[in-house]
């Protein structure tokens, strides 16, 4: 839900494989495209941080009993990419990773990931063209998605009737909302802006058009500080120092008590929300509902990601033919997709979102029989940024380091964009990146 990257890469002179890349810091070439036939007996080992993942390995291992995959639980994040470019360097790295989307440019940027360009255009099809732009870098292709987080609103649909409120379908009409309930009834709130959460605040940014990270000639251009963002968080900025909405983050025991209670209302979020509801507010079961993310304009059908990850072949992987047709297998075979669902993932196949394990609601929204068919259409309208950047990291940490003191202060939330642009593009020079603009 929310996973921070914290590495920079270590080879400060290398550019985004497939847009200029630059291996004059000493580091092996990028990969070349796979050649070899993946129908040859093998022993795998595939790195995840899923709970529960071995249901789908199992799966596998029974259907290709000469390919065996051996799994290796691993800690998220941080821990597992920096485990991961460790052993690659040491040259016992695993022939499979699941990867989240914004650690691929500092994997691939220190070349260790092999191109799956040609392995896996079989299946390019079977997954929106916003979700597959997540793996592709430059033309070039080196993960394949496993499973999204595309965004939507979350609400109690019984307070909501109670209190005579429609769901909002443009942030103006949230906004509008947010000050209802304040006047309705004090105890409440509509939600709260939580300012410790920046892979949210990407989602929201995704949404509102903003490109945080390009990549032009093998140059990076950072867009932090634009329109959309600061569209995005002087909305929220307005909000908040009004006391609208509340400033309090996420996840704590105040937000779970709070969730639970009806002291916030509604909560933009994404398709695993659901499992979190179940766990910080039970007493309401059958009572939350779900609907797409307000849009910035009328008409408008377009929302975020918040999380997923996807599933890599490592560039000094010995049997990478074999790595990449299980990687391709656990993202798009229906009994694999199935299985994924039932361990709490939410697909990236389209297939997979519309069939197995998906065809009835969570237990938790009964209300919402749909529930599936709903979010289906929803994460075909996800938009993500066209590029991560290699210090993805630092942004996160910057936004999340500011945002907290600007929410205590009545700051205006929109000049921490700038900040945070400065930081970023800073730390990109720092390390040897070339950067254009500033």
């Known amino acids: 839900m ?13 550019f985004l494989a497939g847009c200029g890349t630059d291996t004059s810091g000493g580091a092996a070439p990028a990969a070349s495209p796979i050649a070899g036939d993946e129908n040859a007996p093998a022993n795998l080992v595939f790195w995840s941080w899923a709970e529960n993942i071995q249901r789908v390995v199992d799966v596998w291992n029974q259907k290709n009993p000469t390919q065996k995959v051996t799994l290796s639980g691993q800690a998220a994040s941080d821990e597992l990419i920096a485990k991961f470019l460790t052993a690659v360097k040491a040259g016992n790295a695993p022939d499979v990773l699941q990867a989240e989307y914004q650690s691929l440019p500092t994997l691939i940027t220190n070349n260790a990931l092999q191109d799956l360009t040609s392995a896996v255009a079989p299946v390019k099809s079977a997954f929106p063209d916003g979700t597959w732009n997540l793996t592709s870098f430059g033309g070039t292709t080196y993960a394949v998605p496993a499973d999204v987080g595309p965004m939507m609103l979350f609400y109690r649909a019984d307070l909501f009737e109670e209190m005579g409120l429609e769901v909002p379908k443009t942030w103006e009409e949230f906004g509008a909302l947010a000050e209802t309930v304040r006047k309705k009834n004090a105890k409440r709130y509509l939600t709260t802006f939580s300012p410790g959460d920046a892979g949210w605040l990407a989602g929201f940014a995704q949404q509102a058009g903003a490109d945080w990270w390009t990549n032009e000639n093998g140059a990076w251009k950072v867009g932090i500080d634009d329109e959309a963002t600061r569209k995005v968080l002087g909305f929220w900025s307005g909000l908040v120092n009004s006391g609208a909405v509340l400033g309090d983050p996420m996840y704590t025991p105040q937000w779970n008590a709070q969730m639970n209670d009806g002291t916030i209302i509604a909560w933009p979020s994404a398709v695993w929300g659901t499992g979190v509801l179940a766990g910080v507010a039970p007493k309401g079961k059958g009572k939350w509902k779900m609907a797409p993310l307000p849009q910035w304009s009328a008409g408008e059908n377009v929302t975020g990601f918040w999380g997923g990850s996807s599933t890599a072949v490592s560039a000094t992987s010995k049997q990478k033919p074999q790595a990449a047709k299980f990687a391709r297998w656990l993202s798009t075979d229906p009994e694999a997709l ?27 929204m009964t209300s919402q029989p749909d529930y599936y068919e709903s979010a289906s259409q929803i994460s075909k ?20 380091d500011l945002l907290p003191t600007a929410v205590k202060n009545k700051a205006d939330l929109a000049a921490v964009a700038t ?17 254009v603009g500033g």
């Open 2 to 14: 929310r996973r921070r990257t914290f590495l920079v890469s270590s080879a400060a002179t290398l």
């Open 381 to 400: 309208t996800a938009r993500g940024f066209s590029s991560w950047g290699p210090n993805t990291n630092v942004t996160y940490g910057k936004f999340e």
């Open 338 to 364: 199935k299985v994924l669902v039932e361990i709490g993932l939410y697909p990236a196949a389209t297939l997979g979102q519309t069939s197995g394990g998906l065809d009835a609601a969570p237990e938790y």
């Open 419 to 435: 900040q945070v642009q400065q930081a970023s593009v800073a730390d990109l020079k720092k390390q040897g990146y070339q950067v």
